[in-house]
T-cell receptor
């Protein structure tokens, strides 16, 4: 099964940029990298995906180096409402089961 | 457009009782999933349905059964509930497996 490694927790303050790095050494050629966000008492929410280089949307940026063995989710100017658990996953274009690890618990303080 | 809906939101069962968790999606997705999440843990896949008419076991299927009633609905049944099944259950749907849409969850307690 697809395996990722990410920090268990991170702390930040409002207004700072937060970077969460995930390693995925056994990523396959056709796998995309996907990040989900989960607030307490809610289901996970898809936030961004990418294949290589950089992807940006209204929520976050995703940086993927050329070897694709890691990726970094960047949250610009976090607010208290960004306090959540962030999961890194990877998978291909066809149907497959996703594996959610324990994620990174981000705590944003005033 | 409600997305993925789940019923009930909360449920308390006694050991040995049975119940069915309901899930429906209005996004015309082919694939649907059932996960459980225990405190402080990530999600674990119980069963999934790649398309209408098919179901397959995930990582932790023991003690559960599923039915893909039609393209919209995917139910999860606990035939004889056990305390170890106390958890939060999430249903999800997707067109592409890596981009799944989750429901609000059902918090189940088995005493």
């Amino acid at each position: 099964l697809a395996k990722t490694t990410q920090p268990i927790s991170m702390d930040s303050y409002e207004g700072q940029e937060v970077n969460i790095t995930c390693s995925h050494n056994n990523i396959a050629t056709n796998d995309y990298i996907t990040w989900y966000q989960q607030f307490p008492s809610q289901g996970p929410r898809f936030i961004i995906q990418g294949y290589k280089t950089k992807v940006t949307n209204e929520v976050a940026s995703l940086f993927i180096p050329a070897d694709r063995k890691s990726s970094t989710l960047s949250l610009p100017r976090v607010s208290l409402s960004d306090t959540a658990v962030y999961y890194c996953l990877f998978g291909g274009t066809g149907f497959q089961k996703l594996v959610f690890g324990t994620g990174t618990r981000l705590l944003v303080s005033p | 457009n409600a997305g993925v809906t789940q019923t009930p939101k909360f449920q308390v069962l006694k050991t040995g009782q049975s119940m069915t968790l309901q899930c429906a999606q209005d996004m015309n997705h082919n694939s649907m999933y059932w996960y459980r999440q225990d405190p402080g843990m990530g999600l674990r896949l119980i069963y999934y349905s790649a398309s209408e008419g098919t179901t397959d076991k995930g990582e932790v299927p023991n003690g559960y059964n599923v039915s893909r009633l039609n393209k919209r609905e995917f139910s999860l049944r606990l035939e004889s509930a056990a305390p170890s099944q106390t958890s939060v259950y999430f249903c999800a749907s997707s067109e592409i497996a890596r981009e799944q849409y989750f429901g609000p969850g059902t918090r189940l307690t088995v005493t």
